[in-house]
């Protein structure tokens, strides 16, 4: 009898122990994949115009989704509009996003607004599941980056405008200060490895222009890990302007190596002509006219293939130029704005540029890698020369002279080379 029993109970847990096995069945699908679905941030502030505000998911769904919205809060359905009162989640994506448009000029309150997302087929709703937008009122002020885009050589400083809602900048009695943050979901580039703040994320704010500035350095520039995603904080009171991420290739220290042929004319002859120049005897270029860089970027090949007047100044023979620093030039012609660029050190320049003078001595030279009409140029600025007994630059160079700066500092020659290979 008990070993009927025994043989019994081992009987039963085998059955048990079958009915919890998985089916190995042909007929079994693939296995699926429930997202769960949160937002990116919780919280926005919006004074005037549009933010775009998203959500992401854990896991790629394999057909759309459509997350619904339900709005609440004490703002006013007047005052503002949705994009779309879902959410489309596309196959084979992670984010998605919805645009909110202010309409209306800003009252005398803050309003608030929720978006609330809900529960629908296909998806799970993780634990941050709303976002909430104050509308800010006529009190209310703007922060915004002065780019939205930028490219990091060795080290840049940006710039950050405070705004009222009526546009004009905003110029605190006391100061602020703001905070920049690092998208580290959108950067390739890692802080502390890539690039470094110099002084830190917290920017102050004058009261007596409204701005502030950062600085960035360049630690090591890696392929692939070269973009760079800020954004300014949240902070209270304060909505995001036009330009409320900025994006910064993080590029090092330029590279010119190839040959380059030079414009059909230098890119600022109207500077000069509106100094009083006599912009006819202004050294003249063509496309026939070429530089090429052999190495780089410590150290370059130099060798010039010129036969218009530039070969008055860098000469004909082949020499090794060095890198010395980057600096930023006054690109008065551009309102003053401070340009950062690489400057080469060239023995063997003649600082007359002239056919008749001669004044040989190692001068600097700055280059830059930029675009104009998306298409790669190098901009050569040319300011440290000496006008000849040649009419072209004299009144210029008398007056900074006598001013005790940079021979042609504010007279520079700049031109805009094409690359031939």
């Known amino acids: ?41 919780s919280h926005y502030n919006l004074a005037t115009g549009s933010i775009e505000v998203s ?7 394999s057909q759309d989704l459509s997350i619904p919205v339900k709005v609440a809060g004490t703002a006013d359905a007047d005052s503002y509009s949705l994009s779309a009162n879902q959410f489309v989640l596309k196959a084979g994506e992670t984010n998605s996003s919805l645009t909110i448009t202010r309409k209306g000029e800003p009252g005398e309150n803050n309003e608030t607004m929720t978006l609330n997302l809900e529960q629908g087929t296909g998806y799970t709703l993780g634990l941050t599941n709303y976002i909430e937008v104050t509308l800010l009122s006529k009190n209310g002020y703007i922060m915004s980056f002065n780019e939205a885009e ?14 009222t809602t009526t546009g004009s900048v905003y110029k605190p009695a006391a100061g602020e200060t703001v905070e920049v943050e690092v ?16 002084d830190g994320k917290t920017v102050s704010i004058s009261s007596k222009n409204g701005k502030g500035s950062f600085s960035v350095e360049v630690i090591k520039a890696e392929p692939g890990k070269d973009k760079l ?36 004319e230098i890119a600022n002859i109207d500077l000069f002509s509106n100094y009083g120049e006599n912009t006819d005897n202004a050294p003249k270029c063509s496309p026939a006219d070429k530089i090429t860089f052999a190495g780089g970027p410590e150290s370059y090949t130099f060798t010039p293939s010129i036969s218009g007047d530039f070969k008055n100044y860098f000469g004909t023979d082949s020499r090794t130029v060095t890198y010395d620093k980057i600096v930023f030039k006054n690109f008065q012609e551009a309102h003053g704005r401070q340009v950062p ?81």
């Open 150 to 163: 930028a490219r990091l050589n060795e080290s840049d400083t940006y710039t950050i405008t405070l705004f």
């Open 1 to 41: 009898m008990r070993k009927l029993t025994a043989k019994l109970l081992g009987m039963f847990m085998i059955a048990g122990m079958v009915s919890v096995l998985p089916s190995c069945s042909d007929d079994d699908g693939p296995e699926v994949t429930i997202p769960q679905i949160s937002v990116v941030r």
């Open 183 to 198: 998208d580290t979901d959108n950067s390739t580039a890692v802080e502390g490895v890539n690039f470094k703040f110099t």
């Open 55 to 61: 959500i992401k998911a854990d896991a790629a769904p």
């Open 341 to 421: 660029v690489s400057q080469l050190k060239f023995p063997g320049i003649n600082s007359k540029f002239s056919a008749t003078e001669s004044k040989v001595r190692e001068a600097v030279v700055a280059f830059r890698l930029t675009k104009i009409d998306n298409k790669e140029v190098l901009e050569c600025t040319i300011d440290d020369w000496e006008p000849s007994s040649e009419t072209f630059g004299g009144m210029i160079y008398d007056y900074m002279h006598t001013m005790g700066d940079l021979p042609m500092e504010w007279g520079p020659i700049r031109l805009y080379l094409t690359r031939v290979q």
């Open 229 to 264: 995603v800020l954004r300014l904080a949240e902070k209270a009171g304060f909505a995001c302007g036009t330009n409320a991420t900025m994006t910064i290739t993080v590029a090092g220290q330029d590279n010119f190596a190839g040959t380059w042929a030079f414009p059909s």
